[in-house]
Nanobody
Framework: QVQLVESGGGLVQPGGSLRLSCAAS????????IDWYRQAPGKQRELVAS???????NYADSVKGRFSISREYAKNTVYLQMNSLKPEDTAAYYC???????????WGQGTQVTVSS
């Protein structure tokens, strides 16, 4: 069992930065792939970035060059550094942990990011 808690969201002006955190509790976190998703009102949830247990990152085209995902095993935490934010980045951001078995699939409660002047 893994519990995920996101934090770091807020209101930021266009061009600004935020760092989201996804803190995990529970065993075997180190073997999980961690994803960051976002969902804007009226839109489908979309995958923003992922990082595997081997530190391999992957990004959606819309955020490449602006967002960076990292993980700190000592703190059981995954970060999403978001730079050069745009109004279209406004959404609720969720982290997801995917383990080696199909049933190892956990979501956090989400954190709101609003980019507006």
């Amino acid at each position: 069992q893994v519990q995920l808690v996101e934090s770091g969201g807020g209101l930021v002006q266009p061009g600004g930065s935020l760092r989201l955190s996804c803190a995990a509790s529970g065993s075997m976190f180190s073997v999980y792939t961690i994803d960051w998703y976002r969902q804007a009102p009226g839109k489908q949830r979309e995958l923003v970035a992922s990082i595997t247990s081997a530190y391999r990152p992957n990004y959606a085209d819309s955020v490449k060059g602006r967002f960076s995902i990292s993980r700190e095993y000592a703190k059981n935490t995954v970060y999403l550094q978001m730079n050069s934010l745009k109004p279209e980045d406004t959404a609720a951001y969720y982290c997801r942990a995917r383990g080696p078995r199909l049933e190892d699939d956990y979501w956090g409660q989400g954190t709101q990011v609003t980019v507006s002047s």
